[in-house]
Every structure is written in C-alpha cells, then in structure tokens.
C-alpha cells in the first residue's frame, strides 16, 4: 500500500517544526537576559552597603589607618630617669628576668643632638647592673664577630651614635640574675645610679 504525502501536509509539518524553533530560541533568550539584571541588583546592593558603611564610620578596606594607630599609642613610662649636666636624660624602663637572660630596656635623650658611644662594639660604654651587697656589676653579654678582616667583640644589644630630643628605646642582655635578686642599680657613666625593681 502506497502513502501520498501532499503538499499541504508537508507545510503543515514545516509551520509546526518552525513554531518549536521559535519557541525555543524565545525560551533561551529570556534565561539570558534574567543573569545581568541580577547582576545588576547586587552591584545595587553593594553600592548601599557602602554608602552605609562610610555613613557609619566603618573602616573599608584599603583605607590609611596608621593615624589611627598612632593615636592610639601611648609611648612607655620609664620607671627610673636621671639627668647630667648637660641636660641629657638616662629614662629606664625596665629590667626583666627572662628565660636565663636579663634585659634592660633604656633610652637616652638630649636636647641638643650629639654623639654618643653606644653602638654595639662600645658595649663596654653600656650600663652595667649592680646588686646588693655585691662587689662586681654586671656587663653586657657580647660575641665575636668578623669585621673588616678582624674579630671584633660587640654587644648583644640595639645601638645608637647619635642621640637628640627624639627618643629611641634600645635593649641590652645581660647573664642571668640570681633567683634571690628582685631589684638592681643601673649604673650608667656621668649619671646617678637608678634603683629598679626586676620583673619577669
């Protein structure tokens, strides 16, 4: 038995086939156009969080917050100070008793700027820690080094050759304190000794 495929069949076929495509490609362009609005909406969304951050003082990142954090320094107290002279200040502000070290932090100022032998090679220069009822003081712990072709001893200690108004905490190590010390002098050249409690 033969079919006959008529020419009307055929374009009804054709017309059916082309509404699917239609369909189709409407159905693919409106999923594509909801993304972008979408995308829209949270850069809206970000743009209010922003607003009401630098409204509300809050910090955005990448801001400059070092005044802030300057501000909020406070500069240490020294617990001991004495002045010579020539009106420079010798401030201590602590000796600690350290896992089998000691460490005295110190700052020296003056109103004018000047020299001063404090660099790590003049450790002899450096304050020395007094005990009571001791005969000997101690110095400050020192290795060697290779320097220009030659073994120099220097202290272990942040050093400064010059000193002026602006202040500069060094520290210095010393040996270990016998457990029954809990207080020292610190005797530093051309100024009166400063008594200081030991703390850990």
Not at 63 to 74: L, N, R
Not at 91 to 120: M, R, W, Y
């Amino acid at each position: 038995m033969t079919h006959t495929i008529t020419r009307a069949t055929r374009l009804t076929a054709t017309a059916a086939a082309a509404l699917l495509t239609i369909s189709a490609l409407t159905a693919c362009s409106d999923d594509s156009q909801d993304p972008p609005a979408s995308s829209q909406s949270s850069q809206d969304d970000n743009d209010k969080s922003s607003d009401k951050d630098e409204a509300s003082g809050k910090d955005a990142p990448g801001t400059d917050q070092s005044k802030a954090v300057f501000d909020a320094y406070t500069p240490p107290k020294p617990v001991g100070s004495a002045t010579n002279k020539d009106g420079v200040t010798f401030d201590v502000f602590a000796v600690k008793d350290t896992d089998g070290l000691t460490d005295l932090t110190f700052q020296v100022t003056s109103p004018e700027s000047a020299s001063v032998e404090l660099a790590g090679w003049d450790w002899s220069q450096y304050p020395t820690l007094a005990t009571k009822g001791s005969q000997t003081a101690l110095q400050p712990l020192t290795v060697n080094r290779l320097f220009r072709s030659d073994i120099e001893k220097t202290c272990i200690c942040s050093g400064q050759l010059h000193i002026s108004q602006a202040p500069k905490v060094q520290h210095v190590l010393y040996e270990q304190l016998p457990d029954d010390v809990d207080e020292v002098k610190v005797r530093y050249s051309g100024f009166a000794p400063i008594t200081v409690k030991v703390t850990d």
